[in-house]
């Protein structure tokens, strides 16, 4: 008889799902005869509530990010009170358990903090369903942390360092990397996959903010219009429709060496056609690129998870990071005409990538089931 796996994740945060479908395709690749499925849990169960609390959340990021930055420090080294967690309970999951009984899994796995918190609560009850919490970030927030999850998967030794000081025991940590999804597995020749995209041989830039769209594509965008004539810019701007009218609608940007994109399926190829990846710090959206082997330039952090990402990433030496818009200017001056500048870089990144297993989150769970 197969196995049923619940992915809980969250929409607030693209990266969240993303993970979640990574780690479906890895284990129905590794065992077909699994029968998996992905819940938006605030989505389906309270989508007004969660709408609503998730415009609240990008206005503080971007309004007062102070406040933002002080709310997630706080005691963040240590797991969440009672009293937080019942608030995050009543606020998304209060029909959580019903969810969950209608599908009966044999393992439940959560992408988001949130999602692991509520249903720890459920855990604490009495079921016996297998939990795991997959951690989305190279930092973890005491959010994360619940003694009633079973297994965490974490992306690296750091991040399980962080867990046991938390209180969590060490066989109940496995390091595995973050889910990759199935179209990152391959890699695609620089030279092919720009002539399938209908791109130029020359020094091309991505700049991405995740599928919403965020971490200042607009002041990057604009700042790299000084050198459309010698560099290939892309700009995807994700779901972000108000972005995308902007950029169509300054006439600069109407060049045969600037595409714009919105959402795209298949962002991995374009990874693969560019030099440079311009991006604000998403765990998963780094990550990726990190297996893809492009260079990362690291722009305008989320406050809070995205600034602890960022912080990691430039300590290990695997990205650069551009305060303002004259620094950016520099690193693409030299990318062009001191390229070696970039080649440490690069190296670094290579090696990184020869130690990452896409497959190993997979893997992991699938042990749990026939354990």
Excluded at 138 to 165: C, N, T
């Amino acid at each position: 008889m197969s196995k049923k796996i619940l992915i809980l994740s969250e929409k607030i945060g693209a990266g969240h799902t993303k993970a979640a479908e990574g780690l479906m395709q890895g284990i129905l690749y590794l065992d077909p005869s699994m029968h998996i499925k992905i819940v938006e849990v605030g989505k389906k169960l309270h989508p007004l509530t969660t709408m609503f609390l998730f415009q609240v959340y990008l206005k503080m990021v971007f309004v007062f990010p102070f406040l933002w930055r002080k709310m997630y420090r706080y005691k963040q080294n240590l797991p969440l009170s009672i009293r937080r967690k019942f608030i995050i309970y009543h606020l998304f999951h209060r029909r959580i358990k019903m969810l969950v009984e209608q599908e009966c899994p044999d393992l439940v796995i959560c992408t988001h903090p949130f999602i692991s918190s509520s249903i720890s609560r459920l855990k604490r009850m009495g079921y016996t369903w297998t939990l795991c919490t997959v951690i989305t970030d190279f930092h973890v927030h005491g959010g994360w942390v619940h003694p009633e999850v079973d297994v965490y998967l974490v992306w690296s030794k750091e991040a399980r360092e962080q867990l046991l000081h938390m209180g969590i025991p060490e066989g109940r940590i496995i390091i595995t990397g973050l889910p990759i999804r199935e179209n990152f597995w391959i890699k695609h020749e620089k030279q092919d996959i720009r002539q399938k995209l209908q791109l130029k041989h020359i020094p091309t830039v991505l700049i991405a903010g995740g599928g919403l769209g965020l971490g200042g594509i607009r002041e990057v965008a604009r700042s790299l219009l000084g050198w459309k004539e010698e560099v290939q810019i892309i700009i995807c701007t994700g779901s972000n429709k108000t972005l995308k009218k902007w950029l169509l609608q300054d006439k600069r940007f109407n060049h045969p060496h600037i595409r714009i994109l919105d959402f795209v399926e298949n962002i991995d190829e374009w990874m693969d056609a560019s030099d440079l990846l311009i991006t604000k710090p998403g765990g998963l959206t780094c990550f990726e690129a990190l297996f893809k082997g492009i260079p990362l330039l690291l722009y305008r952090p989320i406050p809070g998870h995205e600034e602890s990402n960022s912080d990691f990433l430039i300590e290990h030496d695997l990205a650069i990071k551009a305060n303002n818009q004259r620094e950016v200017n520099d690193w693409i001056k030299k990318l062009l005409f001191f390229p070696e500048s970039m080649e440490p870089l690069r190296q670094r990144v290579e090696q990184f990538r020869q130690t990452i297993n896409p497959l190993a989150s997979a893997e992991s769970i699938v042990k749990q089931l026939i354990l």
